[in-house]
């Protein structure tokens, strides 16, 4: 059985070939920050028309090659989508009754990209950033909307993650607050001496799960932080057809 294949092949030969489809992604090659480029490394497609489920490395020059029915207006497309977000239809989905999800791995994220954003949301992004990498993960659900999410590593704890830590501390404060994170959180009863407020109290957590070991986290699909949504579209390459 044919199928679609990738190859890894210098950028003018893309053009040579009747057979191949071109997909580069990136920025312009002379778009260098801190001397790398910024680009799309991996690509893992679930649901999404003939695709059940795929995952492809990338390098900075690929070409789709197959024939006919094999997956490369797919793959394209997908490509696409997950930079864009554009809304799908029912036909979308290889099975109507689940989520269509694709990740991208974007690498060469270095502080030269980072400088960009402002102080506020460099910040919040470096939270997600791994080796000069992000994962992100463009989810659509069964009525054709997408959402952009992440992969982050977060703590397997679920009381630790950002929302319970909210639920536990709203609409509590003096020694109702002070309870309540005594009665989550007794890790770090030996950490709240003149603390009092909300801010303060999520900070120390905040603190304490940086420190927690390696065994205690796992890498997980999560919301993106709070408010940097448009700053991550920033940093998203630009899909060249």
Do not use: W
């Not at 007794?186 to 009092?196: D, F, L, R, T, V």
């Amino acid at each position: 059985m044919e199928r679609l294949r990738l190859y890894d092949v210098p950028f003018r030969h893309c053009h040579d070939s009747p057979l191949a489809a071109e997909a580069v992604v990136g920025r312009d090659s002379g778009d260098v920050c801190g001397g790398k480029l910024m680009r799309i490394s991996r690509l893992e497609i679930k649901n999404f028309r003939g695709i059940k489920e795929a995952s492809m490395p990338l390098s900075a020059h690929v070409c789709a090659i197959g024939p006919n029915n094999t997956g490369k207006s797919s793959f394209l497309i997908a490509l696409s989508l997950f930079l864009s977000g554009n809304k799908l239809s029912p036909s979308d989905y290889y099975n109507p009754n689940e989520d269509i999800t694709i990740i991208g791995c974007i690498e060469g994220i270095t502080e030269k990209y980072l400088e960009q954003l402002i102080d506020e949301h460099r910040d919040r992004i470096k939270e997600i950033v791994e080796d000069e990498s992000i994962v992100l993960v463009r989810r659509y659900d069964t009525s054709g909307k997408s959402i952009l999410r992440c992969m982050r590593r977060l703590p397997k704890d679920k009381k630790f993650i950002s929302e319970e830590i909210d639920k536990t501390m709203t609409g509590k404060k003096g020694s109702e607050l002070k309870n309540a994170i005594l009665q989550t959180y007794p890790e770090i009863q030996n950490k709240i001496a003149g603390i009092s407020t909300q801010k303060d109290f999520k900070a120390l957590i905040t603190n304490f799960i940086k420190e927690l070991p390696e065994d205690q986290m796992e890498f997980v699909e999560a919301p993106l932080p709070t408010g940097i949504s448009n700053s991550v579209s920033i940093l998203l390459p630009e899909a060249i057809y």
